[in-house]
């Protein structure tokens, strides 16, 4: 991440560990034309990142 230049802990490195739960939606999406009334459905995955945390530790 980075390296501190002031502070209590000046000279440390940031280290950041992340960690969180993949989840995946179905996502279906409909559209619908107002003149004939066509009705058309597009499907996706959309992934998301869920219970996200972060530890932040300085290291010499
Ligand atoms: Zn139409």
Excluded: F
């Amino acid at each position: 991440m980075g390296r501190s230049i002031s502070g209590p802990n000046e000279g440390k490195t940031l280290v950041r560990k992340e960690s969180w739960t993949e989840e995946r939606y179905q996502v279906v999406v409909t559209h619908a034309c107002s003149e004939c009334g066509d009705v058309r459905r597009e499907q996706s995955i959309r992934t998301v990142e869920a219970n996200k945390t972060s530890d932040d530790i300085y290291r010499r």
